[in-house]
């Protein structure tokens, strides 16, 4: 699901103007931002023994995505950009931190866990849907198509003569960038 990530970043930027696209897109992937380090210092790590295709690594990211975890980091995000954009701001940040949580709840195998730590050892969370390959890339595809369109619709509208070329550059652009986040992914 890493590109259909952005897919919500091009709709929420659709719905909210001020903020910067940047800000969306680093909101979308800051649980896996946060998990690199973690990663690197063994705190959490991924499991390649399945294989290393599309859907096949269990990530135990015991803290980041962890759904306390992500609800917190999503929380110092949105109060992060709240003193940025304001309030409108810093809630539509913080859902779209938290975005990448549910996301990932629908395609991640049981590797989720509820407390940061898997502390308590409580059930892990995760429906699966990498398991089936050619639903969930449809799934994702379609997240990217209609958060492209939303973009779309957003970037060209009220558009006069002379931001007609700058909106027609920013469409493509957002659109190329999707599409190699699709690639990437899969």
């Known amino acids: ?19 910067p696209l940047w800000s969306l897109i680093v909101a ?6 946060l998990f ?18 599309y859907g096949e690594t269990i990530f135990h990211a015991d803290y980041t995505h962890s759904l306390v975890g992500a609800l917190l ?3 110092v995000a949105g109060f992060a950009a709240r003193r940025a954009w304001g309030a409108k701001g810093g809630y539509a940040i913080a859902s779209v931190v ?3 949580w549910l ?3 629908i395609v991640h195998r049981a590797d989720m866990p509820i407390l940061p730590g898997n502390a308590g050892q409580l059930p892990l969370l995760g ?10 890339m449809i799934l994702e595809t379609a997240i990217l198509a209609i958060g492209f369109a939303m973009y779309v619709r957003y970037a060209m509208k009220g558009t006069g ?15 190329l960038f999707l599409a190699l986040t699709m690639m990437i992914s899969v």
């Open 98 to 100: 938290f975005s990448h």
């Open 1 to 19: 699901m890493f590109a259909g990530h952005f897919g919500i970043a091009a709709a929420v930027k659709a719905t909210q103007p001020r903020l």
């Open 28 to 33: 979308t992937q800051l649980l896996d931002i």
């Open 103 to 105: 996301l990932d709840l």
């Open 127 to 136: 429906f699966g849907l990498w398991k089936y390959a050619g639903i969930s």
């Open 73 to 75: 980091i999503a929380v």
């Open 36 to 53: 690199i380090p973690l990663n690197l210092a063994g705190v959490e790590r991924t499991d390649t023994s399945i294989g290393t295709g």
């Open 161 to 175: 003569k002379t931001s007609r070329k700058k909106a027609t550059a920013s469409v493509i652009a957002m659109g």
